[in-house]
T-cell receptor, first 112, second 114 residues
Framework: GQQLNQSPQSMFIQEGEDVSMNCTSS?????WLWYKQDPGEGPVLLIA?????ELTSNGRLTAQFGITRKDSFLNISASIPSDVGIYFC????????????FGQGTTLQVKP | NAGVTQTPKFRVLKTGQSMTLLCAQD?????MYWYRQDPGMGLRLIHY???????AKGEVPDGYNVSRLKKQNFLLGLESAAPSQTSVYFC?????????????FGPGTRLTVT
């Protein structure tokens, strides 16, 4: 079946540093999504990307839909302690059913 | 709006017991989904529904059944729980069709099967 490879698996950074993570797939997706999960909570949508090459920002977060449609990147600038959590990428399989395939997640820890 | 709610938040079952997890949404969403989350594996789709009265299998459906008798509710059943079903279960819902309607998640149910 389809799989997404998300890297890195975990990051431990100093407050103020920039963060980059990415997701790659062997299949083409028409939509890429990035979610964040706080401890003990459900995932929350951060950014949605709908077009190859698209670059979208949400505050300090910037995500890009790769031109090959097989990858996506998320950058967080000037990290702060509340950025701690698990970040998931997801690719949409079908617009009709809305089914998503999720990456394994990147766990981010920020040292004040 | 409460959004997506899940009941219960935590549950411990013995092997072989049955239980039902309830997901409710008050956003009048057509689509609903059940996922399980295991360490290092992301979220995997168990079953989903594209409307009241319809259900379909996802990526990992074995050992689970679902029902969508009312638009706002999506039930996930475990008929005979196994330790391999120890996981955190998330429900999500989505409005309408087309390319720009995204899934909103509930807070999760943590299930332990001993």
């Amino acid at each position: 079946g389809q799989q997404l490879n998300q890297s890195p698996q975990s990051m431990f950074i100093q407050e103020g540093e920039d963060v980059s993570m990415n997701c790659t797939s062997s299949s083409i997706f028409n939509t890429w999504l990035w979610y964040k999960q706080d401890p003990g909570e459900g995932p929350v949508l951060l950014i949605a990307l709908y077009k190859a090459g698209e670059l979208t920002s949400n505050g300090r977060l910037t995500a890009q839909f790769g031109i090959t449609r097989k990858d996506s990147f998320l950058n967080i600038s000037a990290s702060i302690p509340s950025d701690v959590g698990i970040y998931f990428c997801a690719g949409r399989v079908s617009s009709n059913t809305g089914k998503l395939i999720f990456g394994q997640g990147t766990t981010l820890q920020v040292k004040p | 709006n409460a959004g997506v709610t899940q009941t219960p938040k935590f549950r411990v079952l013995k092997t072989g017991q049955s239980m039902t997890l309830l997901c409710a949404q008050d956003m009048n969403h057509e689509y609903m989904y059940w996922y399980r989350q295991d360490p290092g594996m992301g979220l995997r789709l168990i079953h989903y529904s594209v409307g009241e009265g319809t259900t379909a299998k996802g990526e990992v459906p074995d050992g689970y059944n679902v029902s969508r008798l009312k638009k706002q509710n999506f039930l996930l059943g475990l008929e005979s729980a196994a330790p391999s079903q120890t996981s955190v279960y998330f429900c999500a819902s989505r409005s309408g069709t087309g390319s720009k309607y995204e899934q909103y998640f509930g807070p999760g149910t943590r299930l332990t099967v001993t």
